[in-house]
């Protein structure tokens, strides 16, 4: 077990050099040792369960340029910069993205809705695009054939949970609350 993933209460008792200590998290201790979680974690957990559940209802009701705005929003607070003009580019993208640090472009596109036979029609196109690094296809409402799609492929494909998820640590649950009030 990595000491990042301990509380920083209990490892202040590694530093005691004695035979003998006395463990002021014990019941912390005794759940980690057992690998059991603290009822308040569960709590944590259970309730990012259901805000996800709830986001994903409140980012289906967004529409097509809302969406396409969140997912501009969700790839630069990771750190992209947009090269071109949302949706403007040209057909098979919605957005050109670099990133700095890597040097790695991408593309990214964005569907209101969408089936498998379309997502594949678009990874017959970025098969041909050679000077990206990644492909991105996001959906806001997916038919069942791509729901039930397994994407063994090299462009990744985000269905509205990844969304959702990504919203949430983004820090962009408000304006999603917002755009649909």
């Known amino acids: 077990m990595l000491a990042s993933s301990i509380s920083g209460k209990l490892l202040k008792t590694q530093g005691f050099r004695g035979t003998i200590c006395r463990v002021p998290e ?23 369960g ?16 809302d969406f396409e705005t969140l997912v501009d929003l969700i790839f630069r607070q990771a750190g992209w910069q947009r090269v071109g003009d949302k949706g403007k580019t040209q057909k098979t993208l919605d957005l050109e993205l670099y990133a700095p640090v890597t ?21 017959e196109d970025f098969a ?3 000077d990206y ?26 269905l509205v949970d990844k969304i959702a998820d990504l919203t949430i640590s983004a ?5 999603v609350i917002k755009k649909t009030s």
């Open 133 to 158: 690094h990644k492909f991105f296809y996001v959906v806001h409402s997916a038919e069942k054939t791509l729901t039930n799609y397994i994407n063994e492929t090299d462009t990744n494909l985000y």
């Open 50 to 65: 259901n805000l996800k559940t709830k986001l994903t209802a409140l980012i289906q009701h967004l529409q097509w340029k």
């Open 128 to 130: 041909i695009m050679n």
């Open 26 to 48: 014990e019941k912390y201790a005794l759940a980690k040792i057992n690998g059991e979680q603290l009822k308040e974690v569960l709590e944590v957990e259970s309730a990012m």
């Open 103 to 123: 040097g790695e472009r991408v593309i990214v596109q964005i569907k209101s809705e969408s089936d498998l036979k379309e997502f594949e029609k678009y990874q």
């Open 171 to 175: 820090g962009l649950v408000d304006w």
